[in-house]
């Protein structure tokens, strides 16, 4: 439980309908994999990109950063968001999650870029790791033994528009997460 009166909080990329249907065939086709029991697996409505992780803040740091964002993030153009192949995450000799990558990291990086720049703005400390989007399948229960091999596994090639970010608000559960909207800030469409 976060300390008193704050909540534990992260900026996503909420996705679409056939994004979370890409997934699941995905994770269709790890499943007869040796390790595939020691993952436990995203619900479908969990699925997200997280742009950048909070951690536990104050309700008035969520309320000044919705304002940040609303600016910075107004300035990013919407684009489109496309899943390309599966990987292990931080590597697949220690890995500790399962995760879709996506194509073209470049816009989504200006999207976090536009985050991390409210975060700061709104009193947060800077972020020092390398922003690596993803979407996470599953997370190791207890990590494999060895490397793990994804060759030849795949997952379709789908594409969404990306109009907004959500803040959300991440309630620990020992039957995993409870994820509620805290805020929703749109993209740039160009049109002013
Ligand atoms: O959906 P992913 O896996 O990309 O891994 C957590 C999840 O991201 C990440 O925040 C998202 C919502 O829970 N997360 C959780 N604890 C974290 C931490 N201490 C963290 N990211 C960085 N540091």
Redesign the pocket.
């Given at each position: 439980m976060p300390p008193d009166g704050k909540l534990r909080a992260?900026v996503?990329i909420d996705v679409s309908p056939e994004i979370r249907d890409a997934l699941a065939a995905a994770r269709g086709e790890l499943a007869d994999l040796p390790w595939a029991g020691d993952v436990r697996w995203?619900r479908a409505e969990n699925q997200?990109?997280?742009l950048r992780?909070l951690?536990d803040v104050e309700r008035s740091f969520c309320v000044e950063l919705v304002r940040e964002l609303e600016r910075r993030v107004a300035e990013v153009p919407v684009f489109d968001l496309s899943l390309v192949g599966l990987v292990a995450f931080p590597s697949a000799r220690r890995p500790r999650?399962i995760?879709a990558g996506v194509e073209d990291d470049a816009p989504v990086t200006q999207l976090a870029r536009a985050v991390e720049a409210a975060v700061v703005a709104a009193g947060g400390e800077a972020e020092e790791?390398r922003f690596r989007p993803?979407?996470?399948l599953g997370?190791f229960r207890k990590p494999p033994r060895g490397k793990i091999d994804l060759a030849g596994r795949e997952v379709a090639p789908v594409t969404m528009s990306v109009c907004e970010a959500v803040l959300?608000r991440?309630e620990l559960d020992p039957n995993g997460?409870k994820y509620s909207t805290l805020g929703r800030v749109a993209l740039g469409t160009g049109v002013d």
């Amino acid at each position: 439980m976060p300390p008193d009166g704050k909540l534990r909080a992260f900026v996503a990329i909420d996705v679409s309908p056939e994004i979370r249907d890409a997934l699941a065939a995905a994770r269709g086709e790890l499943a007869d994999l040796p390790w595939a029991g020691d993952v436990r697996w995203v619900r479908a409505e969990n699925q997200h990109l997280t742009l950048r992780f909070l951690g536990d803040v104050e309700r008035s740091f969520c309320v000044e950063l919705v304002r940040e964002l609303e600016r910075r993030v107004a300035e990013v153009p919407v684009f489109d968001l496309s899943l390309v192949g599966l990987v292990a995450f931080p590597s697949a000799r220690r890995p500790r999650v399962i995760a879709a990558g996506v194509e073209d990291d470049a816009p989504v990086t200006q999207l976090a870029r536009a985050v991390e720049a409210a975060v700061v703005a709104a009193g947060g400390e800077a972020e020092e790791r390398r922003f690596r989007p993803h979407i996470t399948l599953g997370r190791f229960r207890k990590p494999p033994r060895g490397k793990i091999d994804l060759a030849g596994r795949e997952v379709a090639p789908v594409t969404m528009s990306v109009c907004e970010a959500v803040l959300l608000r991440s309630e620990l559960d020992p039957n995993g997460a409870k994820y509620s909207t805290l805020g929703r800030v749109a993209l740039g469409t160009g049109v002013d």
